[in-house]
């Protein structure tokens, strides 16, 4: 089946590394996704990695993907109050066009 | 202007009432998604549709309706209201491509059934 399944509240402070954790059980996922949402808004995609990749970087985002534990992660380096808000892992399982999502993550920082 | 735009943005409405919330997109894409969103359980995919012509049920599409009036028309009835369907509904449009398909969402619709 598919599943998604992710810690539902981190709090860091100000300058440090967040590392936001996600378990998915579909296999077949071809890519998956970290969807930022910030307060009063929709989704947007934040960043995305390719189910043959073990990492991608992009500027202050690190994302790793254990493939074997079907454990997908996101770190954000010095985490800024502007990072805070809830972050949605997803997973496109293969063969289908539609996005799976956890039930988010809420990011919050202090000074 | 938003790439995808939902209304209304707020509703309030009562018990057993019928309503419809709706969605357009000026992203030319084929691919059109309701998802609600209750906090703890994230996004649930209530419908969606491929084409003009292709309806799909999600997850919980159980009290739900759906119309493609046009491949930049998506809306969602909600027939009978119950308060359980109190929630933020978002809408999402996707491309059709094999790579990775970002969604594009709209805003979100809170809707509240007293």
């Known amino acids: 089946g598919e599943d998604v399944e992710q810690s539902l509240f981190l709090s860091v402070r100000e300058g440090d590394s967040s590392v936001i954790n996600c378990t998915y059980t579909?296999?077949?996922?071809?890519?998956l996704y970290w969807y930022k949402q910030e307060p009063g808004a929709g989704l947007q995609l934040l960043t995305y990695?390719?189910?043959?990749?073990d990492m991608k970087q992009d500027q202050r985002l690190t994302v790793l993907l254990n493939k074997k534990d079907k454990h997908l992660s996101l770190r954000i380096a010095d985490t800024q109050t502007g990072d805070s808000a809830i972050y949605f892992c997803a997973e496109r399982p293969g063969g289908y066009n539609k996005l799976i999502f956890g039930a988010g993550t809420r990011l919050a920082v202090h000074p | 202007d938003a790439d995808v735009t939902q209304t209304p943005r707020n509703r309030i409405t009562k018990t057993g009432k019928r309503i419809m919330l709706e969605c357009s997109q000026t992203k030319g894409h084929d691919r059109m998604y309701w998802y609600r969103q209750d906090p703890g359980l994230g996004l649930r995919l209530i419908y969606y549709?491929?084409?003009?012509?292709?309806?799909n049920k999600g997850e919980i599409s159980d009290g739900y309706s759906v119309s493609r009036q046009a491949q930049a028309k998506f809306s969602l009835s909600l027939e009978s209201a119950i308060p359980n369907q109190t929630a933020l509904y978002f809408c999402?449009?996707?491309?059709?491509?094999?790579?990775?398909?970002?969604?594009?969402f709209g805003q979100g619709t809170r809707l509240t059934v007293v």
């Open positions: 579909d296999s077949s996922s071809t890519y």
């Open positions: 999402a449009t996707s491309d059709k491509g094999q790579g990775k398909t970002e969604a594009f």
């Open positions: 990695i390719f189910s043959n990749m």
């Open positions: 549709s491929f084409d003009v012509k292709d309806i």
